[in-house]
């Protein structure tokens, strides 16, 4: 535990003054897009610059390693995917969100991070979460957001809303509850690890989701409390 603690620590958010990078975590059929979406426009109406990326995938190099592990009809080992998923973050912080993030008034809004390893790699795929955290303790995957949103739905409601969606699913969609169980646990265990990984209550509608982020945001970063909700 004192290891883990100290691992913890390595842990940094970006210091560029005035740009903020936030990440949208949670299990399928949370909400993810919609928020961001949100998130953007209520940015934009402040002048901000504001850049969408998604894990994994986002550069070049990580779109390819992207449809390695999406697209495979073969189980890979856990701890192959846990590093491509860190090879395709650390590429993309190298190549798009640190450079972007040094330009004034960003703001770089991510679908997943290093959140989505532990959850995923660490505790469904049985890697733990240690060992995640132990393959992040270098520059630049030691980077973490100012702020996490965990969009928590329970595993019924993720059913319920990818039955209703009927998108063909990927490596990781087509499994069943028990893995989905254990996702929720992954990410629950951020909560006690990470105190910028937030939790909310995605389970409201879309406003109510919307206005709990918010909320977070203008309770640690004042100089955001303008951040009004906006709809898209
Ligand atoms: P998505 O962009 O459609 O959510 O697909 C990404 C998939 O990859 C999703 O099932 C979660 C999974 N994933 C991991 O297993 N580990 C990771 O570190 C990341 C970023 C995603």
């Given amino acids: 535990m004192a290891d883990l603690n100290a691992k913890l620590q390595n842990f940094r958010a970006p210091t ?4 903020y990078f936030f990440v949208l975590e949670g299990i399928e059929g949370s909400g993810k897009t919609t928020q961001i979406n949100f998130l953007k426009s209520s940015f934009e109406k402040l002048d901000y610059r504001v850049l969408i990326v998604r894990e994994p995938g986002g550069t070049i190099f990580g ?5 390695a592990i999406l697209q495979s ?6 701890l192959s995917e846990a590093f491509l998923f860190a090879s395709s973050r650390a590429q993309l912080l190298h190549e ?3 450079p972007e993030l040094e330009k004034p008034r960003t703001i770089v809004l991510m679908d997943r991070y290093l959140f989505s390893t532990i959850a995923y790699q660490g505790v469904a795929r049985g890697l733990g979460p240690e060992l995640v955290i132990s393959l992040h303790q270098y520059f630049p995957l030691n980077i973490i957001p100012h702020l996490t949103f965990y969009l928590k739905i329970s595993v019924e409601t993720s059913f319920l809303r990818q039955k209703h969606r009927n998108l063909p699913k990927d490596y990781f969609e087509s499994r069943g509850k028990d893995f989905y169980l254990k996702l929720s646990s992954g990410y629950d265990a951020c909560l006690n690890m990470f105190s910028s990984f937030i939790y909310i209550n995605a389970e409201m509608d879309n406003l109510g989701v919307s206005t709990q982020m918010l909320g977070a945001i203008h309770k640690r970063f004042p100089d955001l409390s303008s951040l009004q909700v906006t709809q898209v």
């Fill in 16 to 19: 560029f003054p005035g740009s």
């Fill in 63 to 67: 779109e390819k390693l992207r449809q």
């Fill in 73 to 78: 009809n073969t189980d890979i080992h856990p």
């Fill in 96 to 98: 798009v969100v640190l």
